[in-house]
């Protein structure tokens, strides 16, 4: 694990993963101990992730969540999520990493992503898929060994052949992913999804719910009501969660002060950050940090 100043969180392309050539928009190899990149945890990326973990133990930590490593377990990271993990040394499995214009290339729906219960989360929870049924754990891990064979070959029409495989991996995973009651009702999901997704990638910009709204397309009230029926929560219930996520985080993770926490996140100054933060948590953003590094 590399060192770091701890002036911000990590953000990592797809580059900084890539073993198998310049230019893919994919990555799919074996995931062990050995497997260094010189990352810094925690981090996050601008691509998705697909962990097949089949042997060892150990956590992974998914934006405020933490969930236990099983043997046969599958992990999900959408763009903008920040994750850490800590490994057992026997640990071993698959690792598929691939950029959504990669994925999306020949799908006619270009929200087909949001469609997966396991990428957007209506819910602030992120766990795992653990495979129980023989069947399943074969046939997973046969598609991930037939998807490392190919890269490896990198033969003619390798790149079709790999995304058709990442399809049927992903069908599969969306068929045995345990869904919550919020997940498969179908009116308003994709407007919270797109909406979720949106916070992941503007939250620095501190835009408003009517921002938001434009943004997708609707109205306000139109936006409020969805999120609402689907979540129990209001937008700015899901805007507010998001940034003191990230407030929390780069506290905790970076040396920034709280001067360029409160620039960075796009405050109008440093006394309303600091009221805003306290009205949310009940302290200050100096004394979070001093407690958290204390109880660590």
Same mark, same amino acid.
């Given at each position: 694990?590399? @060192?770091?100043d701890?002036?911000?969180?990590?953000?990592?392309?797809?580059?900084? !993963? #890539?073993?198998?050539g310049h230019? /893919?928009?994919?990555?799919?190899?074996?995931?062990?101990k050995?497997?260094?990149?010189?990352?810094?945890?925690?981090?996050?990326?601008?691509?998705?992730?697909?962990?097949?973990? +089949?042997?060892?133990?150990?956590?992974? +930590?998914?934006?405020?969540?933490?969930?236990?490593?099983k043997q046969?377990?599958?992990?999900f990271l959408?763009? @903008?999520?920040?994750?850490?993990?800590?490994?057992?040394?026997? =640990?071993?499995?698959?690792?598929?990493?691939? +950029?959504?214009?990669?994925?999306?290339?020949?799908? %006619? $729906?270009k929200n087909?992503?949001?469609?997966?219960?396991?990428?957007?989360s209506?819910?602030?929870?992120?766990?795992? %898929?653990?495979?129980?049924?023989?069947?399943?754990?074969?046939? =997973?891990? *046969?598609l991930?060994?037939?998807?490392?064979?190919?890269?490896?070959? *990198?033969?003619? &029409?390798? $790149? $079709?052949?790999i995304?058709?495989l990442?399809?049927?991996?992903?069908?599969?995973?969306?068929?045995?992913?345990?869904?919550?009651q919020e &997940?498969?009702? @179908?009116?308003?999901?994709? =407007?919270?999804?797109?909406?979720?997704?949106?916070i992941? &990638? *503007?939250?620095?910009? *501190?835009?408003?719910?009517?921002?938001?709204?434009s943004?997708?397309?609707?109205?306000?009230?139109? %936006?409020? &009501?969805?999120? /609402?029926?689907?979540?129990?929560?209001?937008?700015?219930?899901?805007?507010?969660? /998001?940034?003191?996520?990230?407030?929390? #985080?780069?506290? %905790?993770?970076t040396?920034? +002060?709280?001067?360029?926490i409160?620039?960075?996140?796009?405050?109008? $100054?440093?006394?309303? !950050?600091?009221?805003?933060?306290?009205? /949310?948590?009940?302290?200050?953003?100096?004394?979070? #940090?001093?407690?958290?590094?204390k109880?660590?």
């Amino acid at each position: 694990m590399a @060192g770091t100043d701890k002036k911000s969180i990590p953000v990592y392309s797809i580059d900084k !993963f #890539r073993r198998s050539g310049h230019g /893919k928009q994919y990555e799919i190899e074996v995931f062990d101990k050995n497997r260094d990149f010189k990352v810094t945890y925690p981090h996050r990326h601008d691509f998705y992730e697909i962990l097949f973990l +089949t042997q060892g133990n150990g956590t992974h +930590t998914i934006d405020a969540n933490q969930y236990a490593i099983k043997q046969n377990c599958v992990f999900f990271l959408s763009p @903008g999520q920040i994750h850490s993990l800590k490994l057992s040394d026997d =640990i071993k499995g698959y690792i598929f990493l691939f +950029t959504s214009e990669f994925y999306l290339l020949n799908k %006619l $729906d270009k929200n087909h992503l949001l469609e997966l219960p396991f990428f957007y989360s209506l819910s602030n929870e992120n766990p795992p %898929l653990y495979l129980e049924e023989e069947k399943d754990i074969s046939f =997973i891990t *046969n598609l991930f060994a037939q998807a490392c064979n190919e890269n490896n070959q *990198n033969l003619e &029409e390798s $790149d $079709d052949m790999i995304r058709s495989l990442l399809d049927i991996i992903l069908i599969t995973c969306k068929r045995l992913y345990p869904l919550k009651q919020e &997940e498969s009702k @179908g009116k308003g999901r994709l =407007i919270v999804k797109r909406f979720k997704q949106l916070i992941e &990638e *503007n939250y620095h910009k *501190n835009l408003s719910v009517k921002e938001y709204a434009s943004l997708l397309a609707v109205t306000p009230n139109h %936006l409020s &009501e969805t999120v /609402k029926e689907l979540t129990g929560r209001t937008s700015s219930n899901l805007i507010s969660d /998001k940034m003191l996520l990230e407030i929390k #985080r780069m506290l %905790l993770h970076t040396d920034l +002060t709280v001067s360029e926490i409160s620039y960075q996140l796009n405050f109008v $100054d440093q006394s309303y !950050f600091t009221r805003y933060f306290k009205s /949310k948590t009940g302290i200050l953003p100096n004394d979070f #940090r001093k407690e958290s590094i204390k109880s660590t």
